[in-house]
């Protein structure tokens, strides 16, 4: 059986990036919060945090953490269906950058209106979310890939169309003219990470 309170502690340091202030937030001493995961390291027999700034978790960390998320909000759901209870462990899902500028805006509004429950969503590219998905990171996402992950599933949500536009200045500036996609790649372009293909 997994330690709980150990897991707390490392959910807290890396949430608020410092021991001090997961000990605050849990009402601990420092030292008691470094004694939990050292704790959990030792029963684990692998390190758990990169003890550096920032702090990061390690692999096995990433997926102690995963399964602790999963379980706090697994719990608030069960706390909330015995007692009328509101979740306060917010919802994490991915979602990618072209979704959060169009349509994705009226989907949380609608949601909003509906539920209470806060969502935290973390911007990635369509190619990545599904990743965030896997470790845990996030409980849903909007990806391209459409097979689900294990123990979840997939809804197909459609298609998104991309409509290249220019003004007729860079038109002229840029491509002299010449509308072809080779002329169009060599043109300037905004890319909003190293993992953007678009």
């Known amino acids: 059986m ?15 990036q410092s021991f001090d202030k997961a000990a605050e937030y849990l009402h601990l001493t420092q030292s008691a919060v ?10 684990c027999g692998r390190p758990l945090l990169i003890r550096a700034r920032p702090v990061v978790a390690t692999p096995l960390g990433e997926q102690l953490l995963a399964h602790f998320n999963k379980v706090t909000m697994l719990e608030e759901g069960l706390q909330e ?9 917010p919802i994490n899902i991915a979602v990618n950058n072209d979704v959060l ?9 609608q949601f909003s209106a509906s539920d ?19 470790t845990g990171e996030v409980v849903a996402c909007v990806s391209q890939i459409g097979t689900p992950v294990a123990g979840g599933d997939s809804i197909f949500l459609g ?40």
């Open 159 to 198: 298609n998104m169309y991309y409509e290249l536009v220019a003004t007729p200045s860079f038109i002229e500036e840029h491509l002299k003219g010449d509308l072809s996609a080779t002329a169009v790649l060599k043109s300037p372009s905004l890319i909003y990470d190293e993992y953007d293909e678009l």
């Open 34 to 43: 470094s004694q939990n995961i050292k704790r959990l390291e030792q029963e």
């Open 116 to 134: 209470k429950t806060k969502l935290h969503i973390k911007a990635a590219d369509q190619a990545k979310t599904r990743a965030l998905l896997q």
């Open 101 to 109: 500028a169009t349509w994705f805006t009226d989907v949380v509004c």
């Open 81 to 89: 269906a015995i007692q009328g209870q509101q979740a306060t462990q």
């Open 2 to 16: 997994l330690d709980y309170k150990a897991l707390s502690s490392l959910h807290a340091v890396l949430k608020f």
